[in-house]
């Protein structure tokens, strides 16, 4: 199994920063894309960033390409992937969720095998 923790949510003002991180541990994740979503009550979790194994390919949304930055560090025990989010709108207001998937890249958030209970993000106008 895998097991998915984010942490770094919190309450900004709008035009600031903030940096999310998901710590992924478990069974090996060797292969596998890590992404970032988001889910606002009432409407389907959107999908906001992806990256590959070896960090070769790097993914965004266009609601957030330009503002946030994904990464990741492959540590033995556990894969770390940050999220930095710049420049935040009120409407970032969400649940932050980090994901997993053995498949290729799918924005559609159906297609990711593992998550993460969710860290909420609240950006003040």
């Known amino acids: 199994q895998v097991q998915l923790v984010e942490s770094g949510g919190g309450l900004v003002q709008a035009g600031g920063s903030l940096r999310l991180s998901c710590t992924a541990s478990?069974?090996?994740?060797?292969?596998?894309?890590m992404g970032w979503f988001r889910h606002v009550p009432g409407k389907e979790r959107e999908y906001l960033a992806s990256i590959t194994w070896t960090s070769s390919s790097i993914d965004y949304a266009d609601s957030v390409k330009g503002r946030f930055t994904i990464s990741r560090d492959n540590a033995r025990n556990a894969v770390t992937v940050p999220l930095q989010m710049n420049s935040l709108r009120p409407e970032d207001t969400a649940v932050y969720y980090c994901a997993a998937t053995g498949r290729s890249l799918s924005t559609d958030y159906r297609q990711w095998d593992y998550w993460g209970q969710g860290t909420q993000v609240t950006v003040s106008s």
């Open positions: 478990g069974r090996t994740l060797m292969g596998f894309r």
